[in-house]
T-cell receptor
Framework: EDQVTQSPEALRLQEGESSSLNCSYT??????LFWYRQDPGKGPEFLFT???AGEEKEKERLKATLTKKESFLHITAPKPEDSATYLC?????????????FGKGTLLTVNP | ETGVTQSPTHLIKTRGQQVTLRCSSQ?????VSWYQQALGQGPQFIFQ???????GRGNFPPRFSGLQFPNYSSELNVNALELDDSALYLC??????????FGNGTRLTVT
């Protein structure tokens, strides 16, 4: 069974204090790994897709990296508006559907 | 470009009742999926529709059913509601295996 584990469950940072979120996964046949941001009462907002080990993607203060067992979401000099729940999900290449298996998320709070 | 829209935003039902949730896909997307998100959890896959056919289902009982229409909009129907069905129901659309784009969900409360 596909498994996705995110850590930590919650992270509190001061504005400007860089850190990383971890997503470890156990799947057979990874097609892609996805990062989403979710604000309270909203649906997940797509951030990145990573397809192969060694791949990196960047967007503003966020950088996502991928190895064969885990992905990291690095947050550089975060601002209060980066506060949200960050979700990691995997998509596997077997079968004809494109379902995502999500972790439970990391709740990030950035204090001014 | 119009994103994924869901209706209603909130709904309160009584145990044993039936509910229908609606979703309009993002323009150009041909695949729609539904997810259930309990409080403090990640979204759980319910099922996916492509060309009006269900082509994948998660670990949900048959009382969860759906439809996809020719314009790629979709419905999620839940019969015989149970208290544990209380959750945020998310619709997502995509073009094939590309990134899923989510709506803001329907918050269902079963009392």
């Amino acid at each position: 069974e596909d498994q996705v584990t995110q850590s930590p469950e919650a992270l509190r940072l001061q504005e400007g204090e860089s850190s990383s979120l971890n997503c470890s996964y156990t799947v057979s046949g990874l097609r892609g790994l996805f990062w989403y941001r979710q604000d309270p009462g909203k649906g997940p907002e797509f951030l990145f897709t990573l397809y192969s080990a060694g791949e990196e993607k960047e967007k503003e203060r966020l950088k996502a990296t991928l190895t064969k067992k885990e992905s990291f979401l690095h947050i550089t000099a975060p601002k209060p508006e980066d506060s949200a729940t960050y979700l990691c999900a995997v998509q596997v290449s077997r079968g004809s559907n494109y379902k995502l298996t999500f972790g439970k998320g990391t709740l990030l709070t950035v204090n001014p | 470009e119009t994103g994924v829209t869901q209706s209603p935003t909130h709904l309160i039902k009584t145990r044993g009742q039936q509910v229908t949730l609606r979703c309009s896909s993002q323009s150009g997307h041909n695949t729609v999926s539904w997810y259930q998100q309990a409080l403090g959890q990640g979204p759980q896959f319910i099922f996916q529709y492509y060309r009006e056919e269900e082509n994948g289902r998660g670990n949900f009982p048959p009382r969860f059913s759906g439809l996809q229409f020719p314009n790629y909009s979709s419905e999620l129907n839940v019969n015989a509601l149970e208290l544990d069905d209380s959750a945020l129901y998310l619709c997502a659309s995509s073009l094939g295996p590309g990134p899923l784009h989510f709506g803001n969900g329907t918050r269902l409360t079963v009392t």
